[in-house]
């Protein structure tokens, strides 16, 4: 009897693959965003072959740098958008360290996906959308706002995204921000310390909400960054009128199994990586907030 070539039986095997197993991605491009902070596409590794799973905004995967070790990463691109699929990463540890440095057509593993979304499917038309994000937390939001570009130019609803970034060399995606713009969401970025010709406001996320005109009996609000960011916007927000129980916002903590099964990522009563990333404010993180801050 002749023997399947390795390709083939490696094919095989990742037919019957659970969510443990990491499916090697090939990276395809590699795009460096600010100095420490790199976007990578991948597309399945066509030997062995094996099928990109869909995915929803908000949702991450499990990236292995093959001999150092795995992280957690938000998808970045949209779901069903042309291309490869994007990940956004700051170089913090070592295994970011690994994949960030990854060169063009080398293999990462990917599992996933994991984690509740953002849901914007529930969101009804005609609500404001309003996007606070900090530092790397626009990634994770950044498929959402691609999406929600094109509902404003259906005049389905307004979005409103505001960003801060520490200082105006890291403000991440400028080419984004610009194409949103041009698409009809209100953008506004703050930094914590400006520079010689930035005109834009300086100090924390909180400084500009006040100032966005959206309309807090009907708005739906996505946060995402430092858990500080998250609780003093989420706050200000509710002081503004917003609903606690349309504030999302998304909960980091150290993953390691990525489907409930190790305690690694456990918050009060929650797994983050089956119960979270997105958690409602109200009711949920609010709670958690507090018991973090006794
Ligand atoms: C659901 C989820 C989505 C994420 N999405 C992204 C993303 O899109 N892009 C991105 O760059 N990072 C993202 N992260 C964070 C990323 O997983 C960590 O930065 C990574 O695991 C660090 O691994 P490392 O080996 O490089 O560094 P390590 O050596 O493990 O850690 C380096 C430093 O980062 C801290 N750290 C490690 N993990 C976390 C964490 N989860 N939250 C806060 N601090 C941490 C450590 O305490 C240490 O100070 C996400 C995390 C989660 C849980
Ligand atoms: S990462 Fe293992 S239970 Fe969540």
Redesign the pocket.
């Given at each position: 009897m002749q023997m399947p070539a390795v390709t083939e039986r490696a094919a095989g095997l990742l037919a019957g693959y659970g969510p443990l197993t990491p499916l090697p991605y090939r990276i395809v491009d590699r795009r460096v965003e600010l100095e420490d902070?790199v976007t990578l596409s991948v597309a399945p590794s066509s030997a062995p072959s094996v099928e990109p799973r869909p995915f929803r905004h908000g949702q991450?995967n499990m990236l292995t740098a093959f001999g150092?070790?795995e992280?957690?990463?938000?998808?970045?691109s949209a779901p069903g958008a042309d291309g490869p699929l994007e990940?956004?990463?700051?170089?913090?540890?070592?295994?970011?360290?690994?994949?960030c440095a990854a060169p063009v057509g080398s293999t990462i593993g990917v599992r996933g996906p994991?984690?509740h979304d953002w849901d914007l499917a529930s969101v009804d038309d005609g609500m404001d959308v309003v996007v606070v994000a900090g530092g790397?937390g626009l990634?994770?939001l950044r498929g959402a706002v691609r999406d929600l570009a094109g509902r404003c130019q259906g005049r389905a609803g307004r979005t409103f995204v505001l960003v801060g970034a520490r200082s105006p060399d890291q403000i991440l995606f400028p080419g984004d921000l610009e194409e949103w713009r041009a698409a009809g969401i209100y953008v506004d970025v703050t930094v914590d310390i400006g520079a010689p010709g930035w005109v834009g406001s300086v100090g924390v996320v909180t400084v500009v909400l006040p100032r966005a005109p959206f309309e807090p009996a009907n708005t739906v609000a996505l946060l995402c960054g430092p858990e500080i960011m998250m609780r003093f916007a989420a706050r200000q927000l509710v002081d503004q009128g917003v609903d606690p129980g349309r504030i999302r916002v998304?909960?980091?903590?150290?993953?390691q199994c990525g489907v409930g099964l190790c305690g690694h990522?456990q918050l009060g009563p929650l797994l983050?990586?089956r119960d979270?990333?997105v958690v409602t404010y109200g009711g949920v993180a609010d709670k958690l907030f507090m018991e973090r801050n006794r």
């Open positions: 902070v991450f150092v070790g992280a957690a990463i938000s998808v970045s990940h956004t990463i700051r170089d913090v540890g070592a295994v970011t360290h690994a994949l994991f984690g790397i990634a994770p998304s909960l980091e903590r150290n993953m990522c983050l990586c979270g990333p």
